[in-house]
């Protein structure tokens, strides 16, 4: 399907595991980014990336990696999963920085018990 | 920091009215404005964006950018029951940190 898709969209973890969420698209946009959305904090920048190979940190990136090996995919790997990072997680692309804004995923709910 | 603040709402308006949104940012240097429109357990959906002072209508959608004062605001001409949402403005500011930041959004309620 063309877009961009995320996976898998409900997710519940425990406490301490690692857990990744993925994003997929199909535009070869050059730009990626990943946000959580929490109740009063609106979404907030984790990562993103410029390219391939290419990425950086954003506004809350404590206790999250990413990588991206190809332009297509942009997954988010939360290395030891706590209580805080309970949240709905949105991936996003671009084709340029975002003069145009930016194409969101259709989100992962994730609950850490 | 860089911010955008957005009345959390709710905003109430009866359906056929106009309803109001409005937006304030920090970064004068700002470049690029835009509107999300996000209902309940969905994804933020672009339906607006506006580079230059001044209105861009769009259907029923108006955007208004005022940059002297740092505001932005969208205007939804007869309200409908399906524009009840949560709808986020979002600015790309200027200078090395040139990423999408969002407000926290206001939620929208039109009632029959």
Redesign the interface.
Known sequence: DAGITQSPRYKITETGRQVTLMCHQTWSHSYM?W?RQDL??????IY?SAAADITDK?EVPDGYVVSRSKTENFPLTLESATRSQTSVY?CASSPD???????????TRLTVV | QKEVEQNSGPLSVPEGAIASLNCTYSDRGS??F?W?RQYSG?????IM?IYSNGDKEDGRFTAQLNKASQYVSLLIRDSQPSDSATY?C?V?PSGGY???I????TRLAVHP
Request: a positive charge; hydrophobic letters at 35%; glycine letters at 22%.
């Open positions: 980014f946000y009063g904090h609106g979404l907030r920048l993103y954003g949105f920085r975002g003069k145009n804004g930016y194409t969101f995923g259709s989100g | 470049q690029s835009f999300y969905k994804s933020p959906e672009l964006f986020l979002a790309l040139n990423k999408l969002f407000g926290a959004g």
